[in-house]
C-alpha cells in the first residue's frame, strides 16, 4: 500500500491467462503467503513493519496473520488473527524471552509475521515473528492467535556452534587487520531471529524447520538497534564474564561483530560500571528443528560456514552483491534464509537457501535430532550466476514436467530462477 503502512492486499489470478480474478485487503505489509493443504484457504503473514517510531509522520501498525477463505467462483472472505489479546502482558512476554522493543510500541504493534507453515491437517498455522526472535501458533479455523513461543539462544560458545565473528581477524589484538578464516568458539549469544519456516512429520509427530538468517531494526527514524560490540562496548566488556576482556574488545576479535544494543525490552546488556556483560548477534547462521512445543531438537551449529570456507567459485563469506572475502563474517554471515522439506522414499530432506554467499544446502531430517549433511549446491560464479538466493519450492516427481523432483530457487539480486533437477539414489 502507499503509505506502506496501511492495508495491503492480496490478489488472486487466473494461471492459464494471468488476468485478475478478484483481491482482498489483508493488513498491513503482507510479507508472505501460502495455501492450507486442501487449497481453500490462503494464510497471510502481514508483517506491520512500522515506517518509524516517534517521528512525526511515522507509525507503527499491527502485526496480523489473514486467513482467506478462498470461494472459488465467488468472493473470498478473510479473518484476522490479530496478536491484541497480547497486549498488557508485554513484561511477561518479555520476561519469558520474547523481544518486544519497538519504542512504546504494544505486543500487538511488535510482533512482525515474517512467514508461515501449515500442518498437514490444515488446522494450525506456525507463524516466525522474526524480530521478536519467537514463533507464533495459530489456529486456522478460528483464526485465533492461540500461543506466543520463544526460540531462546543459541550459545555460540559451544563447541561446533562458533563462527567467524570479524573481517578483519587476520592480525593479533588490532583495529586495523584484514581477512582472516577463523572460525570458532565466540563469547556470544545468537537470536536464531528466523526468516523461513517449513514442516514435516515423522512417526506421527511435528516437527517445524527455522531457516535462522537474523534482522535487525536498524536505521528507522527514531531508532536503530544495531551496533559493532566496540562501538557499543566504550566502557570495554565485563572481565567477570568475558575470558580475556581486555583483548576481546579488539576488531580482529569480537570488535567488529554486529550486536543488538537492546536485548528485550529496553536493557541494553551492560553493567553498572557500563562495561558489556551480555552480547547477542543476529542470526543463528544455521538451520534448527523444532518439536511443536518450541523445544530445539537439532541446530547445524558452524556446518554453514564450514562448508563454505573453501569454494572454488566464491569467497568465504561473500555478500550476494560482491565477492569480498570476508564481507558478511561480521554480520550474519551465509545468512541462511530460504527453507523447504520433501518426502522421497521414506526419507525426509531439507533445503536451506544461503542468501548471502548463496547455493543451497540440503541435510537428511528423517531423524530430526540427528539431522546430517547430504550435499550442497552453489551456481554463482564470483560477482556472476546466481546471487541472492531468496524463496525456494519443491516440484514433487509427479506433478514435475520430465517426471523427476525439481527445486526452484528464485534469486533476488541476480534476477534469475534457477531450476534445480534433484537425483535420488537408493
Not at 32 to 56: H, R
Not at 60 to 80: I, K, L, M, Q, Y
Not at 283 to 305: L, M
Request: contains cysteine; hydrophobic residues 35%; glycine residues 12%.
Amino acid at each position: 500500500a502507499n503509505p506502506k503502512t496501511d492495508p495491503g492486499t492480496v490478489a488472486f489470478y487466473n494461471a492459464a491467462d494471468l488476468k485478475l480474478v478478484n483481491s482482498v485487503k489483508v493488513g498491513a505489509l503482507p510479507d508472505m503467503l501460502t495455501f492450507t493443504p486442501d487449497g481453500s484457504k490462503v494464510l497471510v503473514a502481514n508483517e506491520g513493519e512500522p515506517s518509524g517510531y516517534g517521528v512525526a509522520g511515522t507509525s507503527d501498525p499491527e502485526g496480523s496473520v489473514s486467513v482467506v477463505t478462498v470461494n472459488r467462483g465467488g468472493t473470498p472472505s478473510v479473518a484476522t488473527a490479530d496478536f491484541r489479546a497480547f497486549n498488557g502482558q508485554e513484561a511477561s512476554l518479555r520476561a519469558q524471552g520474547i523481544r518486544i522493543f519497538g519504542p512504546n510500541a504494544s505486543a500487538a504493534q511488535d510482533f512482525e509475521p515474517e512467514y508461515i507453515t501449515v500442518s498437514d491437517d490444515g488446522r494450525t498455522a506456525y507463524v516466525t515473528l522474526q524480530e521478536n526472535n519467537a514463533i507464533a501458533i495459530v489456529d486456522v479455523a478460528t483464526a485465533k492467535v492461540t500461543s506466543v513461543k520463544p526460540l531462546g539462544f543459541k550459545d555460540h560458545s559451544a563447541a561446533g556452534m562458533g563462527m567467524d565473528a570479524s573481517d578483519e581477524d587476520g592480525g593479533t589484538n588490532t583495529n586495523s587487520g584484514s581477512p582472516a578464516i577463523k572460525i570458532g568458539p565466540q563469547p556470544v549469544k545468537g537470536m536464531y531471529l528466523p526468516d523461513a519456516i517449513a514442516s514435516y512429520t515423522v512417526d506421527g509427530k511435528r516437527y517445524l524447520i527455522t531457516a535462522n538468517e537474523g534482522d535487525a531494526r536498524a536505521d528507522w527514524p527514531g531508532f536503530n538497534e544495531e551496533s559493532r560490540v566496540r562501538a557499543h562496548c566504550t566502557a570495554g566488556l565485563d572481565p567477570a564474564v568475558f575470558p580475556n576482556a581486555a583483548n576481546q574488545i579488539f576488531d580482529s576479535n569480537l570488535g567488529r561483530l554486529r550486536i543488538t544494543t537492546t536485548p528485550n525490552g529496553g536493557k541494553d546488556g551492560k553493567n553498572a560500571a557500563g562495561q558489556c556483560n551480555e552480547l547477542y548477534t543476529f542470526g543463528g547462521r544455521s538451520f534448527s528443528i523444532w518439536d511443536t512445543d518450541i523445544k530445539r531438537v537439532y541446530d547445524s551449529g558452524d556446518e554453514f560456514e564450514q562448508r563454505t570456507k573453501a569454494l572454488p567459485n566464491v569467497r568465504f563469506n561473500a555478500s550476494n552483491d560482491n565477492n569480498d572475502l570476508e564481507d558478511r563474517s561480521a554480520s550474519k554471515g551465509p545468512e541462511p534464509e530460504g527453507a523447504v522439506v520433501g518426502k522421497f522414499g521414506n526419507k525426509h530432506y531439507a533445503f536451506i537457501g544461503l542468501e548471502r554467499v548463496g547455493g543451497v544446502m540440503v541435510y537428511d531430517v528423517s531423524k530430526p535430532a540427528q539431522a546430517s549433511f547430504v550435499t550442497y549446491l552453489n551456481t554463482r560464479d564470483g560477482d556472476k550466476g546466481d546471487l541472492g538466493p531468496e524463496g525456494l519450492t519443491l516440484i514433487p516427481g509427479n506433478k514435475s514436467p520430465n517426471g523427476k523432483p525439481l527445486l526452484v530457487v528464485g534469486n533476488e539480486v541476480s534476477g534469475t530462477t534457477a531450476v534445480m533437477q534433484i537425483n535420488l539414489t537408493y
